[in-house]
Nanobody, 126 residues
Framework: VQLQASGGGLVQAGGSLRLSCAASGSTSNNDIMGWFRQAPGKEREFVAAINWSGNVRYNTESVKGRFTISRANAKKTVYLQMDSLNAEDTAVYHC????????????????????WGRGTQVTVSS
């Protein structure tokens, strides 16, 4: 499975960005697609995930209702709408996929994805 992320860029604090990540190759119809981010000097952090049936999980502490994850199954694409961005959101955002059959999942289930994308840089200027 190959994952291609796009949509990153430079935005002012308070602005919005929409990330996209398209999966190709031997994809599954039962999976979790999600986003992680890594800021310079910090550990990688889970941001949000959505499974094949539309259930979602967020890192509520960091995104606090500002981010919305969605997916288009027919396009094998996951999106991350990011609003009210601040400097602490500056990071490389990676999409990831984990094969997971159950319709219920937790953020912990996404702790070790099966596939990673290359990442897209998001920079928020204050």
């Amino acid at each position: 499975v190959q994952l291609q992320a796009s949509g990153g860029g430079l935005v002012q604090a308070g602005g919005s960005l929409r990330l996209s990540c398209a999966a190709s190759g031997s994809t599954s119809n039962n999976d979790i697609m999600g986003w992680f981010r890594q800021a310079p000097g910090k550990e990688r952090e889970f941001v949000a995930a959505i499974n094949w049936s539309g259930n979602v999980r967020y890192n509520t502490e960091s995104v606090k209702g500002r981010f919305t994850i969605s997916r288009a199954n027919a396009k094998k694409t996951v999106y991350l709408q990011m609003d009210s961005l601040n400097a602490e959101d500056t990071a490389v955002y990676h999409c990831a996929v984990k094969y997971f059959r159950s319709s219920l999942f937790t953020a912990q289930d996404m702790a070790v994805p099966d596939f990673w994308g290359r990442g897209t840089q998001v920079t928020v200027s204050s």
